[in-house]
C-alpha cells in the first residue's frame, strides 16, 4: 500500500509514513486514503470540510421539505397555516447556495492554514477518544450559544437590522432551508461563533482534532435546521432536555420578532428577561388547551393568538427600522 501510494502521490503518503495501519479502523482508514488520494492536505481538507457542510445541510433540509408536503403532520406544526410553497423554498435555496459558494466557500477553503496555525490537528490518525471530544463539543455549544446571543441582539439594533438581518426575517413562519436564509454579512457575523469556539479552544489547548469539528459543525447545522424547521413534536429533544431551545423557542423569535435570541439554549434569553413575551404567549396558549375546545374552537383561537403576535411583531420591526445610526427616530 504504501509503495503505491508513494509512486502516486509521494507528498501526501510522507504525512503516513511512520503510521501503523493495522492499528487504525475503518473511518480512520478512510481518511488517510481521502488525504493520499488528493495529494495535497490544504486542497484536501477544503473540499471534504465544503463537502461536508453541504451534503449535512441539504441532507437535513430534505426530511422538512417532505414533511411540509403531508398534511398529516400539520397538527404538530407551530404556525399551521403556513406552509412555505414550492417557490418560496426554490427562491431560498439559491440565496443559501449563494452564500455557501460566495462567502462561506472562500472561508472553509481558507480553515485548513489557519487551524493549523493555532495547533489544530486535520490529517492526523488515529482520531482523538470520545471522552475527549465530548467535553469540547459541549464547549463550543456554549461558546456559540453565548456569542450568537448577543451578536443576535446586536443585528436587531436599527441600522444593522435594516440592512442585514432583515433578509432573515422574511419568513415570519421559517422552515429548514431558511437556517441559512440571510445576508452575506450576517452568515460571516454569526457563523464566527461557531468557528472561534474551536479556534480559541485550540490555540490555549492545542490537542483539538478537525474531526471533532466536523462532528460539532454537523450537530450545529442539524441544530439550526430544526430550529427552523417550524414543528414541535412530542419526541422533540426540548421536551426530553428543557434547556434545549428547538423550533418551538426559535419559531417565535420569527413571528413575534420579539425575544429569544439564543440558538441552542434557554440560559441567556432566561438570565436576561429576553424571553417574558414568549413566555406569556406560551401560557396562554397552555391555558387555552386547557379550555376543553373543539378542533374547529381551539384553530380559531390559535389563528387569532398568532395574528396578535404577528402584528406585535410588525409593529416592534417598525420601530426597530425607525432608528437611524445616531439613534433617533426619524421624523415623517
Known sequence: ????????????????????????????????????????????????????????????????????????????????????????????????????????????????????????????????????????????????????????????????????????HKYSAPFGLAAEYAHPAEVMILGTGTIAGPLLYCWFRRDLHIFTVYVWITLRLFQAIDAHSGYDFPWSLQHLVPFWSGAEHHDFHHMAFVNNFSTSFRWCDRLFGTDKKYREYRARMDKMKELNLSKEEFEKMERQMIAEAEQEGLRAEADVEAYTFTGKQKTA
Open 1 to 168: 500500500m504504501n509503495s503505491t501510494a508513494s509512486s502516486v502521490h509521494p507528498d501526501s503518503a510522507m504525512l503516513y509514513a511512520n503510521t501503523d495501519f493495522s492499528q487504525l479502523n475503518w473511518l480512520e482508514m478512510q481518511w488517510v486514503n481521502w488525504y493520499l488520494w488528493i495529494g495535497n492536505p490544504v486542497i484536501a481538507t477544503g473540499l471534504m470540510s465544503f463537502l461536508l457542510h453541504e451534503i449535512v445541510y441539504f441532507g437535513r433540509c430534505i426530511p422538512w421539505i417532505i414533511i411540509d408536503s403531508i398534511p398529516y403532520f400539520r397538527k404538530w406544526k407551530l404556525q399551521p397555516n403556513k406552509i412555505p410553497t414550492a417557490q418560496e423554498q426554490w427562491e431560498c435555496t439559491k440565496q443559501v447556495l449563494f452564500s455557501h459558494f460566495m462567502v462561506e466557500l472562500p472561508v472553509i477553503w481558507l480553515f485548513h492554514p489557519l487551524a493549523e496555525a493555532f495547533g489544530m490537528m486535520t490529517w492526523q490518525v488515529p482520531f482523538p477518544d470520545w471522552r475527549q471530544q465530548l467535553p469540547q463539543i459541549a464547549f463550543f455549544f456554549v461558546f456559540e450559544d453565548m456569542f450568537h446571543f448577543f451578536a443576535h441582539q446586536a443585528l436587531h439594533w436599527g441600522p444593522l437590522y435594516k440592512h442585514i438581518h432583515k433578509i432573515h
